[in-house]
């Protein structure tokens, strides 16, 4: 049988969860401003993709969401590779940036519809 100490870091747990979810989408939009900058200014868009998604990507997993970690991660990666070909952006890869967005946003969506569940 749980404890009283157990149900309230549960409820501290979810509260914090629901929190983190709350802010998605305000994250999302962060990776599709700094993705509308690659063309701009692609070296420091890089950059701040690169961040944005490990961030996204270590605090996903840290609260228990490992898809949008997962997807994260590979934005990062993403954003990695072309740092290390020397930051040069090109009309091809900005499509892959949106997918990787794309199932950023929905990775928080499923884990939004999971966490109601619950």
């Keep these: ?3 009283d100490a157990d149900d309230l ?3 501290q747990l979810a509260e914090l969860r629901g929190e983190y979810l709350a802010e998605a989408d ?3 939009a962060e990776l599709r401003a700094l993705r509308n900058r690659l063309t701009l200014a692609p070296a420091d868009a890089l950059s701040g993709l ?3 998604f490990h961030r996204l990507a270590g605090s996903g997993g840290s609260y228990g969401f490992p898809d949008v970690s997962a997807r ?3 934005g990062e990666q993403l954003a990695q590779r072309l740092l290390d070909g020397g930051a040069a952006v090109g009309q091809d890869d900005l499509a892959p940036f949106d997918q990787c967005i794309a199932s950023v ?3 928080f969506a499923d884990a939004r519809t ?3 569940k619950d």
């Design 72 to 74: 994260s991660r590979d």
């Design 9 to 11: 870091l549960a409820r």
């Design 114 to 116: 999971k966490q109601a």
């Design 50 to 52: 690169r961040q944005a």
């Design 1 to 3: 049988m749980a404890s």
């Design 26 to 28: 305000k994250r999302v």
């Design 105 to 107: 946003e929905r990775a």
